[in-house]
């Protein structure tokens, strides 16, 4: 698996007290892979609606394809330890749709994505049709327990 040089200082901030610096849009996943059986971390980007987190990832990366068919991971966010829940949409449609919520809620994060938003603040339907083309979703739920 490809890892970003900066990647293992990001893992270890996540972890550490200082966490604040990125822990508003990053957090840190942590999940087994299916054909290896081991655990893997990376840190990624989030939306987050009450317990539920949502991260938009290429489709040509390979880490999503565990959470086909859902699995059980962890979560570092803000500092905390959360047992919790993924599951991928790859379907086009769910995509889009996912991928619309997401920034309209985090319009700050369409540039970094090529999406435009309109005079409303409201991402850009082509845009996003363009982008959902080569993007998965993966919703994770926290147990609340």
């Given at each position: 698996?490809?890892?970003?040089?900066?990647?293992?200082?990001?893992?270890?901030?996540?972890?550490?007290?200082?966490?604040?610096?990125?822990?508003?849009?990053?957090?840190?996943?942590?999940?087994?892979?299916?054909?290896?059986?081991?655990?893997?971390?990376?840190?990624?980007?989030?939306?987050?609606?009450?317990?539920?987190?949502?991260?938009?990832?290429?489709?040509?990366?390979?880490?999503?394809?565990?959470?086909?068919?859902?699995?059980?991971?962890?979560?570092?966010?803000?500092?905390?330890?959360?047992?919790?829940?993924?599951?991928?949409?790859?379907?086009?449609?769910?995509?889009?749709?996912?991928?619309?919520?997401?920034?309209?809620?985090?319009?700050?994060?369409?540039?970094?994505?090529?999406?435009?938003?309109?005079?409303?603040?409201?991402?850009?339907?082509?845009?996003?049709?363009?982008?959902?083309?080569?993007?998965?979703?993966i919703k994770t739920r926290v147990d609340p327990s």
């Amino acid at each position: 698996m490809a890892q970003a040089w900066y990647n293992p200082f990001v893992k270890l901030l996540l972890r550490s007290p200082l966490h604040g610096i990125m822990s508003r849009s990053t957090m840190l996943l942590t999940y087994t892979g299916r054909k290896s059986g081991k655990q893997y971390s990376l840190p990624i980007g989030f939306q987050c609606q009450g317990n539920t987190y949502t991260t938009i990832s290429y489709r040509s990366r390979n880490w999503w394809r565990n959470m086909r068919g859902g699995a059980n991971v962890t979560l570092i966010v803000k500092g905390e330890e959360h047992a919790a829940f993924s599951e991928v949409r790859e379907d086009h449609d769910a995509v889009l749709e996912g991928m619309y919520a997401y920034f309209s809620a985090a319009p700050q994060e369409a540039r970094y994505f090529q999406i435009t938003l309109d005079e409303d603040g409201k991402p850009n339907k082509q845009d996003l049709a363009r982008e959902a083309a080569e993007r998965v979703l993966i919703k994770t739920r926290v147990d609340p327990s």
